[in-house]
């Protein structure tokens, strides 16, 4: 069975330096989304994977996550569109950092890709129907 | 071939009519030629959904047993305060009306999460209303408190009343500082990082009667989901406004002053807004239609987003200090390509005004039309015209002593 989780990474000073997801990769098979990182070396780091695989790679792969010191968090907060509410005026689009918003050309109707979403909740407080809704 | 707007009913009432909307016309006339397109259309439906900040119902709440006289007291609905200086138990509820202990922009920027137009919408969707009333009592309205749960369906009246919707043509907001500014054309990221528009272009209803050959005092529309009238221009209605070659205007010009049965109205075409460091307002739907009594009459509805132009203003500093300048005038075409090169920059665009939701308005108006649902009205009076030479003035300011 394969299971698909976003998980927040937060890196230790001492481990920055370290490849760590190359080994979720090579080790246990698992494929990753970078959703967002922040690393810099010899400082405190973040990481927030889309981390996929078959299920017992992927719990092997969390253990020794867990082994190397860095702390998981698991990704719990999300950012849904209340489809009722949302009235594709498009105010949200030049808002998102990370162009999840996208226009479909003929209809001219507000595409929202969710996998494209870092979380950032930018868009939240910028829509004026109040229709993005951040979940924790 | 000038028709008349009885022969049009005529033709609705026997489901005869031929409508199109604002947007269908457009290649209509370019594939059968305007004379040919002109002589088969009877009408064509605009429509525009967009934050209205000029919007508010009148309220007859009923008389309580015993009376209170709400006219000069303090009445909130949900804790949104509403104006009572009328009769003794109107009130007025404006769309931008905020709670008293909204904490504004003392936490910048606010959120304005709830307001007037929250208020209106929830009042249409049926939902009950919380209303607390202080009066000062008189020897006939004895009573000085009053809290009650109100509904729609049990007040006398409800009536939309909208002194400024339905702008024909609007600036586009941009930010040439280099800090972010919340203004009520959305958030504008600094150093040219966005541009902002809000009009529903080539389907808006007084962009396709630039000079209000049919729309008039009186003409019935589709207002929030029921039907409502043009009940007179709108404020800062300016007829003079700087237009293009095709009588269009390039910047803010026409307004509508609209009024409806707010108790005929859906939730849906009236949505509470929120502004992020502005605050709240009311997202309104308007669609008008416009009975196609001329060639000439036609051939502006024909307008297309490429022959509209827009003023590029600066919301950091022009706007604010009431500078005239405009950056650049780009056209709706432009805008709605998601780019505009303005200063020799790339600039992503957004609207504020969503197109989807004016064609769907169009299409219901085209379709309560064509049902023969809905018939067309002469205008009783006309718009004031270029020739009024009305034009949107500024306040001048004058010491009180």
């Known amino acids: 069975m394969n299971v698909s989780r976003r998980i927040v990474l937060h890196f230790p000073p001492n481990m920055t330096g370290q490849p760590v997801v190359c080994r979720l990769v090579k080790d246990f098979g698992l494929t990753f989304n970078i959703i967002r990182a922040s690393v810099s070396p010899g400082q405190e780091g973040l990481l927030v994977l889309e981390l996929s695989g078959e299920r017992k790679n992927y719990d092997k792969g969390i253990k020794y996550l867990t082994e190397t010191g860095i702390e998981i968090q698991s990704l719990s907060q999300d950012v849904v569109r209340d489809e009722v509410k949302c009235t594709h005026c498009g105010a949200c689009i030049t808002i998102c950092p990370t162009e999840a918003f996208v226009l479909e050309p ?6 929202f890709d969710h996998h494209r979403c870092v979380v950032c909740g930018l868009c939240v407080k910028a829509c004026p129907p109040r229709a993005m809704i951040l979940y924790f | ?19 199109v909307t604002a947007e269908e016309v457009i290649d209509i006339a370019r594939e059968k030629g305007v004379r040919k397109a002109a002589e088969e259309i009877d009408v064509v439906t605009t429509g525009t959904f967009s934050p209205m900040c000029g919007s508010g119902a009148f309220l007859n709440i009923g008389h309580s047993k015993p009376r209170i006289k709400l006219g000069g007291g303090k009445v909130y609905l949900n804790d949104v305060p509403v104006y009572t200086g009328i009769a003794a138990v109107d009130v007025f509820i404006g769309a931008t009306a905020l709670p008293d202990d909204d904490p504004r922009n003392k936490f910048y920027p606010g959120e304005f999460n709830y307001g007037g137009g929250y208020v209106m919408q929830e009042l249409v969707s049926g939902k009950d209303i919380r209303l607390t009333a202080a009066a000062f009592g008189t020897d006939c309205y004895p009573r000085k408190k009053l809290e009650t749960l109100i509904n729609i369906k049990d007040i006398n009246e409800a009536i939309l009343f909208n002194v400024r919707n339905a702008y024909q043509n609007y600036n586009v907001a941009v930010n040439l500082s280099d800090k972010v500014r919340y203004t009520y054309m959305g958030v504008l990221k600094p150093n040219l990082g966005n541009a902002n528009y809000c009009s529903a272009g080539q389907l808006s209803p007084l962009l396709n ?3 209000y050959k049919t729309i008039g005092v009186g003409t019935r529309i589709f207002l929030g989901g029921g039907t409502g009238y043009v009940a007179w221009h709108g404020t800062q209605h300016s007829p003079t406004a700087l237009r293009g070659d095709n009588g269009v205007p390039r910047q803010g010009a026409g307004t509508l002053a609209v009024i409806g049965d707010l108790k005929q109205m859906k939730p849906e075409w009236l949505v509470g807004t929120s502004m ?3 605050g709240c307002t009311l997202t309104v739907g308007i669609g008008v239609p416009i009975p196609i009594l001329s060639e000439e009459i036609f051939r502006y509805t024909t307008v297309s987003d490429a022959g509209i132009m827009a003023p590029i203003v600066d919301y950091s500093e022009a706007y604010p200090q009431r500078e005239p300048d405009i950056v650049a005038e780009v056209s ?10 303005v200063q020799g920059k790339d600039v992503p665009t957004s609207s504020l005004s969503s ?16 049902e023969g649902e809905f018939l067309l009205t002469e205008p009783v009076a006309p718009l004031p015209g270029v020739e009024s030479g009305i034009s949107f003035k500024p306040l001048k300011e004058r010491p009180i002593s």
């Open chain 2, 209 to 211: 009667d630039p000079y």
């Open chain 1, 106 to 111: 003929k209809t001219r109707k507000v595409l």
């Open chain 2, 1 to 19: 071939m000038a028709k008349t707007i009885t022969e049009i009913n005529e033709k609705i009432r026997k489901g005869r009519a031929v409508v």
């Open chain 2, 355 to 370: 197109y989807p939701k004016a064609v769907e308005i169009a299409s219901i108006l085209k379709q309560r039309i064509e």
């Open chain 2, 276 to 278: 992020l460091g502005y």
């Open chain 2, 332 to 341: 709706y075409a432009e805008l709605r390509s998601g780019h505009i090169k």
